[in-house]
């Protein structure tokens, strides 16, 4: 490409008749290089000839024409290797964001432009920078905008002879609503308790999360999963994952929570238990109790809890799932209280049966 001297004036002192000179205004006189010869870069210098000018339509080649002098005698210009490269677009905020919302990241489409023209300027360009100014800002920013080439050391480069597409690029800029949630748990009454006899302490609190003013409206609270009382001896510490719907973001960056459940105000009792009975026995094998008595631990009120006795409790092994080999197995039960409401059996239990085929 000719990136320098590519568009010059030339003075021509020329002789001819005088009724040449009045067509020669009939329309233009042109200095033509040819540069099909030039196979390297760098500064040309081409002297003119007669042969390189061209005159108007209306000259004959029977119109005598004498070419005096040209000034200058010679065209210099700079001829550049053409050159393209691939470039990435980066954001650049100037502005200010609303109270109480957050901005993202930059997303461009596309996330790259091609830049062309001489070889030493192309090879300059790092990258192009888009910049947003917008101030107050409680809405995500979306709009087709100009960018500028910025070269290696972060200075902005102005070359016409670069040429670049596309020319704008579709920049988005996210801005979301922030908000302070609380964090709960679901307690599933179990063992003789309710969400009213327990203490529940969750470190943290509350997490700062983010996204759409429609989004965030009505979440007041971000439930952890549940913990059953059933479960809970006395006080239960566990880690539970913090985990949100995708359209909103843990700002907070914390990812679970602990979560202390303690059951407070009611009294706990263990009776030994021998009442144990099978069902969904497996056709052609023969069940029997290994284990004649478990130790069951009820839980209440005092007044309720004394009221309990063995005898209400009752063990019952579902074999339905039970392997189909014979020997001894150990197998979950599920222990059941009759008698009393105010009551309920604290934890799991198994039993060891021994499989025979009959």
Known sequence: MISEGADQTVALRIRARSDVWARLNQGETTVTIDVSGITE???QNVTITSRNISYPRSITATDSIELQ???PGAVTFTVSKWASKDVDVRGVFEGSIADGYQRGEFSMAPEKVTVSGPQELVEQVDYARVTVTQTDMNATYS??????LIDYDGNPIFADELETEPETVLVTLPVEKLKEVE???DIIPGGGATADD???DIEPKTIM??????DLENLDSISLGEIDLADVFGSLTQSMPIQLDSVLTNVSGITEAKVTVTVKGLTTKVLQVSNISFINKPAGYQADVVTQSCSVQIRGTEEAVAAVTASQ?????????VELSTGNQTIPVKVYLDGSSDVGVVGDYNIVVSITRE
């Open 69 to 71: 002098y040209t000034s």
């Open 209 to 214: 999360v983010s996204g759409s003013d429609e």
């Open 198 to 200: 327990v203490e529940i």
């Open 143 to 148: 709009q087709d905008t100009g960018y500028t």
């Open 313 to 321: 409790l009752r063990i019952v092994a579902d074999l339905s799932a």
């Open 41 to 43: 870069p760098g500064e």
């Open 183 to 185: 964090l709960t748990v």
